[in-house]
Nanobody, 115 residues
Framework: QLQLVESGGGLAQPGGYLRLSCAVS????????IGWFRQAPGKEREGVSC????????HIADSVKGRFTISRDNAKNTVYLQMNVLKPEDTAVYYC????????WGQGTQVTVSS
């Protein structure tokens, strides 16, 4: 059964950091692109970053460029999102996603940036 499970969210102060994890099962990370998305209250879900399982190529949204880094560990079937220099506007529920004949989403992990 295909499953994505996010973890690592929580409360951080502005300027702080968090590392999110997306553990996948039911398929091999090697062959697919995994994306991180986020949805803030009252806003549409937006793409944050994605990484190719095959060659490790990445894409990162302009809004987080220079602060967030995506990486993967194929052996652990896990994708990470390192979030540094967090800002209040990064507050959102963060989801990971894979498209495998249809979209699959994790349950999300809440990130709150506040002093």
């Amino acid at each position: 059964q295909l499953q994505l499970v996010e973890s690592g969210g929580g409360l951080a102060q502005p300027g702080g950091y968090l590392r999110l994890s997306c553990a996948v099962s039911g398929f091999s990370l090697t062959y697919y692109v995994i994306g991180w998305f986020r949805q803030a209250p009252g806003k549409e879900r937006e793409g944050v970053s994605c990484i190719s399982g095959s060659d490790g190529s990445t894409h990162i949204a302009d809004s987080v460029k220079g602060r967030f880094t995506i990486s993967r560990d194929n052996a652990k079937n896990t994708v990470y999102l390192q979030m540094n220099v967090l800002k209040p506007e990064d507050t959102a529920v963060y989801y990971c996603n894979v498209y495998l004949r249809r979209d699959y989403w994790g349950q999300g992990t809440q990130v709150t940036v506040s002093s």
